[in-house]
């Protein structure tokens, strides 16, 4: 009877044991034969992984892509060492918790961000960070709270750096060196090239600047940033440090606008998402633990399973958790996609926030004193959410949200641009636009602005025309516009010859973008998306002479009448954006002087007379006790004039105007005047306002 019962003992535990394993069985076999075959890829795998992070970290997303897809795979192929073909280096060097992580460190999600983030964390050299928008800066300064806690946040213009880095190097602490140009100090050297002494086996030491060693801590970490999209680093520089470029994707800046939008838009939802994600990823480390719990128990089970009672209770015990924890993950991402579907409904507005961005940042190339930080954009940005008109239907939101930022980015812009710029900024708009929405293509942007000029064709049919307006009407007539690739003008040639009377007549217009187009009219009058365009790439190709009057009429079907209306900017508007630390920049031009209208404008808020200072020779010394005591103490306003004699001190305004510990008076104001220069200090450019004086025309 005793055995009688053992026995049945013994085949309920096995019958327990068989149940909680079966579920298990059909993804363990799977995951053996997974790592048999990850095993066989690894080798391949681990020498993508190392020359990703080793090369290129200076390189944008798309010529990492090529390099790992194309030139590191045939790389492998030729070897004959085997790859995994869909090789993610996110996937294979980071998981979902650490990126989530980071995402609450205010790392941004999109890959190019990860694959940052990763390089940063897992290469053996210091980074350098290429980070023109500062989110890598951001995401730093999150990650490493005893930077804030120790202030070993510094540049290399400390007047003291061997000292600056004396504490941190001897205990441990993170350095982060901002704002670093296109040098680094050499006194930096024996720290990037880890120049350590080790005594006693164990105990480092490291020389800087030729004085006394410093005791070396292992857990002393640096980090650099630069701010400039495009540094010249010395080849020397980028064999000490990983260079890595964090500038910001139109993809990945959508994607985060978008974050930003629904936070401030409906709360509630990016909070639900935000839970989500943390439930999502909780649960899925619950799992991961269960499974290796069950299976440590499993390899270290002594004697038979059968008897091992508390064994049987745990794998019944995780078989309960695991579903429970599966139909959790199920149900989380069937919220994902509810939650994701709603989000999609405000993504228009990122998207155009996006473009507005770009055009912005591209401006840079006509003039180094365009720069514009991606905070001032954010401003802007949530400027146009607050104040856009409010409407139930989201779809009208939308609406009002991307015509508010659209008209606030163009006014902020336009304000600091010359007036020869102001037309190419508008049209750079339109083309963004329109290209995002699928309408334009690249190359048809690129045979307005060339036309001709890449045409070899001598066989000119008409002896009235120009050489150059003949390839130009050769260009148009050979290209396709629009994603449906379509030869609008492909008969342009030969329907000139047959009205070439009124041809000739619309050349000799005098306002040839208003006339009628021979022959054509009708058919650009129908094309609804491409209609307006087309109009003013003729015209560009015929009357060059009247390209930008065609461009401002493009301009106004496009984006409204708002963007072509005469636009004064007032004093008191600019002052109201000003701060005590947001300084009002103004370019100067020949004959133009805004002096006189700050102090006019200064009676009125009871701060005249102004305190005024001409920069050049031994000047900086009175402006930043200026600064300092008339400023900070009092609250007086303070005009720098002629900034651009003294580019050492605008390179340290931005230190000057972010004192540590000190009080700034909330009335005082800084006013700068300065002409173009290549060399005026970005910081200063990305923090002021900018405005440009020009003396009316034909005065």
Same mark, same amino acid.
């Given at each position: 009877m005793e055995k009688a019962g053992k026995l049945k003992r013994k085949m309920d535990q096995a019958n327990k044991l068989i149940n909680s394993l079966a579920d298990n069985k059909a993804r363990w076999i799977e995951s053996s034969q997974m790592f048999k075959d990850t095993k066989n890829r690894l080798v391949g795998d681990v020498a993508k992984?190392?020359?990703?992070?080793?090369?290129?970290?200076?390189?944008?997303?798309?010529?990492?892509t090529l390099l790992n897809e194309t030139y590191f795979s045939n790389d492998l192929k030729e070897r004959n060492?085997?790859?995994?073909?869909?090789?993610?280096?996110?996937?294979?060097?980071?998981?979902?918790v650490t990126i989530g992580e980071w995402a609450l460190q205010k790392l941004p999600t999109d890959d190019l961000s990860i694959q940052n983030?990763?390089?940063?964390?897992?290469?053996?050299?210091?980074?350098?960070?290429?980070?023109?928008?500062?989110?890598?800066?951001?995401?730093?300064?999150?990650?490493?709270?005893?930077?804030?806690?120790?202030?070993?946040?510094?540049?290399?213009?400390?007047p003291n750096l061997r000292e600056s880095l004396k504490m941190p190097l001897e205990n441990g602490y993170p350095v982060l060196i901002e704002s670093i140009e296109n040098e680094v100090d050499p006194l930096l050297d024996p720290v990037l090239e880890k120049q350590y002494i080790v005594k006693g086996?164990?105990?480092?030491?490291?020389?800087?600047?030729?004085?006394?060693?410093?005791?070396?801590?292992?857990?002393?970490?640096?980090?650099?940033t630069s701010r400039l999209a495009n540094p010249h680093f010395l080849p020397e520089l980028a064999a000490k440090t990983t260079i890595i470029d964090f500038t910001v994707t139109q993809g990945g800046l959508e994607q985060q606008l978008l974050g930003r939008l629904i936070s401030f838009e409906q709360k509630s939802l990016e909070d639900t998402l935000n839970q989500l994600q943390e439930e999502v990823t909780s649960n899925t480390k619950v799992l991961a633990d269960l499974e290796a719990s069950l299976l440590d128990r499993l390899a270290n089970a002594e004697g038979s399973l059968l008897d091992d009672v508390e064994l049987i209770d745990v794998l019944a015990n995780i078989k309960i958790k695991s579903r429970e924890v599966n139909d959790k993950l199920v149900e989380a991402n069937e919220k994902k996609i509810d939650i994701g579907e709603k989000r999609e409904q405000?993504?228009? *507005?990122?998207?155009?926030?996006?473009?507005?961005?770009?055009?912005?940042?591209?401006?840079?190339?006509? $003039? !180094? &004193?365009?720069?514009?930080s991606l905070a001032q954009f954010l401003d802007l940005f949530y400027w146009s959410i607050s104040n856009s008109q409010k409407s139930p239907n989201v779809k009208d939101r939308v609406a009002n949200i991307i015509q508010a930022m659209t008209r606030k980015v163009y006014r902020y812009i336009n304000r600091g641009l010359f007036e020869r710029d102001k037309v190419t900024f508008k049209l750079m708009m339109c083309f963004k636009i329109l290209i995002k929405a699928g309408i334009l293509t690249a190359a048809d *942007?690129?045979?307005?602005?060339?036309?001709?000029?890449?045409?070899?064709?001598?066989?000119?049919?008409? $002896? !009235? &025309?120009?050489?150059?307006?003949?390839?130009?009407?050769?260009?148009?007539?050979?290209?396709?516009?629009?994603?449906?690739?379509s030869f609008f003008y492909k008969e342009l040639p030969e329907r000139i010859g047959r009205l070439e009377k009124d041809w000739k007549k619309f050349f000799d217009e005098n306002e040839p973008e208003n006339a009628v187009v021979p022959d054509f009219e009708d058919k650009i009058q129908a094309d609804q998306n491409l209609g307006n365009f087309l109009h003013m790439c003729l015209i560009r190709s015929v009357r060059e002479d009247r390209t930008v009057l065609a461009s401002m009429k493009f301009i106004k079907q496009t984006l409204g009448d708002y963007f072509t209306q005469p636009v004064t900017d007032q004093l008191v508007e600019i002052w109201e954006e000003s701060l005590p630390n947001r300084p009002v920049l103004y370019l100067l031009s020949a004959g133009a002087d805004p002096t006189a209208n700050i102090d006019e404008f200064a009676k009125k808020k009871k701060q005249f007379p102004t305190?005024?200072?001409?920069?050049?020779?031994?000047?900086?010394?009175?402006?930043?006790?200026?600064?300092?005591?008339?400023?900070?103490?009092?609250g007086r306003w303070l005009i720098l004039n002629n900034c651009h004699l003294s580019l050492e001190f605008m390179a340290k305004m931005e230190e000057v105007l972010n004192p540590k510990g000190k009080e700034v008076h909330e009335d005082f104001r800084l006013w700068i005047t300065c002409q173009e220069s290549r060399e005026f200090p970005l910081g200063l450019l990305q923090m002021a306002i900018k405005v440009t004086t020009e003396p009316p025309k034909g005065l």
């Amino acid at each position: 009877m005793e055995k009688a019962g053992k026995l049945k003992r013994k085949m309920d535990q096995a019958n327990k044991l068989i149940n909680s394993l079966a579920d298990n069985k059909a993804r363990w076999i799977e995951s053996s034969q997974m790592f048999k075959d990850t095993k066989n890829r690894l080798v391949g795998d681990v020498a993508k992984a190392s020359a990703f992070i080793s090369y290129c970290g200076p390189f944008n997303a798309d010529f990492r892509t090529l390099l790992n897809e194309t030139y590191f795979s045939n790389d492998l192929k030729e070897r004959n060492i085997p790859f995994t073909e869909q090789f993610s280096i996110s996937d294979f060097l980071v998981d979902a918790v650490t990126i989530g992580e980071w995402a609450l460190q205010k790392l941004p999600t999109d890959d190019l961000s990860i694959q940052n983030g990763i390089m940063v964390t897992r290469s053996t050299r210091y980074p350098l960070m290429i980070d023109p928008q500062g989110q890598g800066l951001t995401w730093i300064k999150e990650r490493e709270p005893l930077m804030k806690q120790y202030d070993t946040v510094i540049t290399l213009n400390v007047p003291n750096l061997r000292e600056s880095l004396k504490m941190p190097l001897e205990n441990g602490y993170p350095v982060l060196i901002e704002s670093i140009e296109n040098e680094v100090d050499p006194l930096l050297d024996p720290v990037l090239e880890k120049q350590y002494i080790v005594k006693g086996g164990r105990k480092k030491t490291i020389i800087l600047g030729g004085g006394e060693p410093l005791d070396f801590d292992e857990k002393f970490n640096l980090y650099m940033t630069s701010r400039l999209a495009n540094p010249h680093f010395l080849p020397e520089l980028a064999a000490k440090t990983t260079i890595i470029d964090f500038t910001v994707t139109q993809g990945g800046l959508e994607q985060q606008l978008l974050g930003r939008l629904i936070s401030f838009e409906q709360k509630s939802l990016e909070d639900t998402l935000n839970q989500l994600q943390e439930e999502v990823t909780s649960n899925t480390k619950v799992l991961a633990d269960l499974e290796a719990s069950l299976l440590d128990r499993l390899a270290n089970a002594e004697g038979s399973l059968l008897d091992d009672v508390e064994l049987i209770d745990v794998l019944a015990n995780i078989k309960i958790k695991s579903r429970e924890v599966n139909d959790k993950l199920v149900e989380a991402n069937e919220k994902k996609i509810d939650i994701g579907e709603k989000r999609e409904q405000f993504r228009p *507005v990122a998207a155009r926030g996006s473009v507005l961005y770009f055009c912005i940042v591209e401006m840079i190339q006509i $003039n !180094w &004193m365009y720069n514009t930080s991606l905070a001032q954009f954010l401003d802007l940005f949530y400027w146009s959410i607050s104040n856009s008109q409010k409407s139930p239907n989201v779809k009208d939101r939308v609406a009002n949200i991307i015509q508010a930022m659209t008209r606030k980015v163009y006014r902020y812009i336009n304000r600091g641009l010359f007036e020869r710029d102001k037309v190419t900024f508008k049209l750079m708009m339109c083309f963004k636009i329109l290209i995002k929405a699928g309408i334009l293509t690249a190359a048809d *942007v690129g045979v307005f602005l060339k036309a001709g000029s890449g045409i070899d064709d001598r066989n000119k049919k008409y $002896n !009235w &025309m120009d050489q150059k307006v003949w390839l130009n009407i050769v260009a148009l007539s050979k290209h396709k516009f629009g994603n449906d690739h379509s030869f609008f003008y492909k008969e342009l040639p030969e329907r000139i010859g047959r009205l070439e009377k009124d041809w000739k007549k619309f050349f000799d217009e005098n306002e040839p973008e208003n006339a009628v187009v021979p022959d054509f009219e009708d058919k650009i009058q129908a094309d609804q998306n491409l209609g307006n365009f087309l109009h003013m790439c003729l015209i560009r190709s015929v009357r060059e002479d009247r390209t930008v009057l065609a461009s401002m009429k493009f301009i106004k079907q496009t984006l409204g009448d708002y963007f072509t209306q005469p636009v004064t900017d007032q004093l008191v508007e600019i002052w109201e954006e000003s701060l005590p630390n947001r300084p009002v920049l103004y370019l100067l031009s020949a004959g133009a002087d805004p002096t006189a209208n700050i102090d006019e404008f200064a009676k009125k808020k009871k701060q005249f007379p102004t305190n005024k200072v001409s920069m050049g020779e031994e000047q900086e010394k009175p402006a930043e006790a200026m600064i300092v005591n008339q400023g900070f103490r009092d609250g007086r306003w303070l005009i720098l004039n002629n900034c651009h004699l003294s580019l050492e001190f605008m390179a340290k305004m931005e230190e000057v105007l972010n004192p540590k510990g000190k009080e700034v008076h909330e009335d005082f104001r800084l006013w700068i005047t300065c002409q173009e220069s290549r060399e005026f200090p970005l910081g200063l450019l990305q923090m002021a306002i900018k405005v440009t004086t020009e003396p009316p025309k034909g005065l």
